[in-house]
């Protein structure tokens, strides 16, 4: 068995530790991307006022063709919402499908600003792009996660 360098022999555990981040970022960069469902939910809430209704939902969407390239519209509520040149009745569900990229807007009477801007990039490739998009992804759910009180 070789000896040890005396760096690693004296900072074993944070080699591991940088070892392993660049494990994990050379697999985000060139692992493929999956998803089990080519489609976004965008779910319009049930009841609550117009504000709160405001901040549940987002301002923006980010799509990826080949990825997640359809807008899956969802109404929970009671009352009718409007999307666009869609008018969805409470319960109903719409599947709208992207097939190019870009920003598109769509007028939201309940988001606030009153438009929802739906961007659709296109599918990244391995390397760096890819390593950006899982990143970009992660910071998008992180900032769409609903906010949920705690129970007393």
Not at 40 to 65: N, Q, S, V, Y
Not at 99 to 106: D, K, T, V
């Amino acid at each position: 068995m070789l000896p040890l360098h005396p760096i690693l022999r004296r900072h074993r555990l944070a080699c591991l530790l940088a070892g392993a981040l660049l494990l994990a970022l050379l697999l985000g960069a060139l692992a493929p991307l999956r998803t089990p469902s080519h489609e976004r939910a965008f779910t319009f809430p049930a009841a609550g006022g117009a504000k709160e209704r405001a901040i549940a939902l987002p301002r923006e969407i980010r799509l990826t063709l080949g990825v997640q390239d359809v807008l899956l519209l969802r109404n929970r509520d009671r009352r009718p919402h409007v999307f666009g040149p869609l008018h969805l009745l409470p319960g109903q569900e719409f599947r709208l499908p992207f097939e190019e990229e870009g920003r598109f807007a769509y007028a939201c009477p309940d988001v606030a600003g009153g438009t929802l801007t739906v961007r659709v990039v296109r599918l990244p490739d391995p390397g760096w792009d890819r390593l950006r998009w899982r990143l970009d992804a992660l910071v998008q759910g992180l900032r769409t996660l609903p906010l949920v009180a705690p129970r007393s």
